[in-house]
């Protein structure tokens, strides 16, 4: 079993920047991902990382979101720089202890997730 809990999230203005967090608990997590959830809409993938510290990422982020990982705390970062309007969202973290999954941007292939946090980024 893994407990997730994400926490950074806030009110910022367009072009500012955050860092989430993301902290987990029991099991060793392989793949750790991001996701959001606008209102309204589905939950999105956003960006991923592997216990070998492959990323990978949504097109809509690349070059403005960066993920990274500290093993010895069991946490997991997300760097979004130059936010936009469109980034508001709910931000949830989701973990799979399953190697195989490889790169995977289905939430389907992760087991455990996070409670979330609110990202609202204001024009």
């Known amino acids: 079993q893994v407990q997730l809990v994400e926490s950074g999230g806030g009110l910022v203005q367009a072009g500012d920047s955050l860092t989430l967090s993301c902290a987990a608990s029991?099991?060793?997590?392989?793949?750790t991902a991001w996701f959001r959830q606008a209102p309204g809409k589905e939950r999105d993938f956003v960006a991923g990382?592997?216990?070998?510290?492959?990323?990978f990422y949504a097109d809509s982020v690349k070059g403005r979101f960066s993920i990274s990982r500290d093993n010895a705390k069991k946490t997991v970062y997300l760097q979004m720089n130059t936010l936009k309007s469109e980034d508001t969202a709910v931000y949830y973290c989701?973990?799979?202890?399953?190697?195989?999954?490889?790169?995977?941007?289905?939430?389907?292939?992760?087991?455990?997730w996070g409670q979330g946090t609110q990202v609202t980024v204001s024009s």
């Open positions: 990382i592997n216990w070998g510290s492959s990323t």
């Open positions: 029991g099991s060793t997590v392989y793949t």
């Open positions: 989701a973990a799979s202890l399953v190697g195989a999954i490889g790169q995977s941007m289905r939430r389907i292939q992760y087991t455990f």
